[in-house]
């Protein structure tokens, strides 16, 4: 299993946004408790109505508040930092208007550079590089094909997974990230499965992006002692798999949400925190002699894994080398 480190935002973007969040909130609460004050120093006619300036107050500092939530995960949390960008370049451009019009002296003009022209530059190489990050997902995996993945030695099975399934088959599951409601019930459906399956001489072998001790803790949460836990952050063996990345419709559509009410209601499994690329779609593979036989990727965010079809497939398998014999 590759083993590169995934790649990451510049470090300082987590500081930016974090300067961006308390300097909102200072600017905010300093909005709200003296409203005629930025006025007043500036020469501008103080409004009449204070309150509509302390309700700017308010927004600001509720903004400082979504850049901290964004300070702790860039990547993450882009929409924020685009609609915080979008701020700043239309709040100048209406002060702008209004300096012509004369509503307003220029001094006033003294909090548009450190309330918006200052952050142009560095939110927007944030942006630039979640996009850059975002085609680096988009590109092929390392390992080229299929048959480089099968022939791929993976620490956790001291063997590749071409080799392993000689002995016997060998079902692999890939599951989306470990705070997805639908990766739980798949973790709790594979431990009530999991007699059948050992019954039925599958080696089980589960691919997540998570870290390993992330694994750790959710096979003991789940009594996985059956199952192999494969971490696999940079989504290698996700695309030498053919597993792509969700649209909109495949992770939010309602027919998601349906299965994710039904998850919640009769598993009672919820939503944890987002532990790798929210986007990427899992899947099963049954592995055997060296061969995929098949395949169930998913089409969606919400598609079970058809325990059954496995289970019959294997049986069909291990009758017909019976009547083979």
Avoid at 96 to 118: E, H, K, M, S, Y
Avoid at 146 to 151: C, G, N
Avoid at 205 to 221: F, G, H, I, K, N
Avoid at 274 to 298: R, T
Wanted: with cysteine; net charge neutral; charged share 10%.
């Amino acid at each position: 299993m590759p083993q590169t480190a995934p790649a990451r935002m510049p470090s300082w973007s987590f500081s930016v946004l974090a300067f961006a969040g308390i300097y909102n909130i200072a600017w905010g609460s300093f909005m709200v408790l003296f409203p005629n004050a930025v006025f007043q120093l500036s020469g501008a006619v103080v409004p009449n109505y204070p309150e509509l300036w302390q309700c700017i107050g308010m927004i600001v500092g509720v903004y400082g508040l979504g850049y901290l939530i964004a300070a702790t995960d860039p990547r993450r949390h882009w929409p924020i930092v685009l609609v915080g960008l979008l701020g700043k370049i239309f709040g100048p451009m209406g002060f702008a208007l209004a300096l012509v019009q004369q509503r307003f002296p220029i001094l006033f003009g003294l909090n548009i550079v450190t309330n918006d022209l200052i952050w142009w530059v560095p939110f927007f190489l944030i942006l630039k590089s979640v996009y850059t990050l975002w085609r680096a997902d988009l590109s092929p995996s390392s390992l080229a094909s299929l048959e480089a993945a099968l022939d791929e030695p993976i620490p956790a099975l001291n063997a590749s997974l071409r080799t392993v399934s000689q002995a016997g088959p060998v079902l692999l599951i890939f599951l989306r990230h470990s705070g997805c409601t639908f990766c739980m019930e798949t973790l709790a459906q594979l431990a009530q499965q999991q007699d059948s399956l050992k019954a039925a001489g599958f080696r089980v072998a589960v691919v997540m992006m998570s870290d390993p001790d992330t694994m750790a803790a959710l096979w003991q949460r789940y009594g996985l002692q059956e199952s192999i836990a494969i971490s696999d952050p940079t989504r290698q063996f996700y695309k030498a798999f053919g597993l792509s990345r969700a649209n909109f419709q495949q992770v939010f559509g309602w027919s998601v949400w349906v299965r994710g009410v039904q998850a919640w209601t009769q598993g009672g499994h919820g939503i944890g925190p987002l532990d790798g690329d929210g986007f990427q779609l899992g899947g099963a593979f049954l592995i055997e002699a060296g061969q995929v036989v098949v395949s169930q990727p998913q089409t969606s965010a919400g598609d079970p894994v058809d325990w059954e079809r496995f289970l019959t497939v294997s049986s069909q398998s291990k009758q017909g080398k019976a009547g083979a014999a």
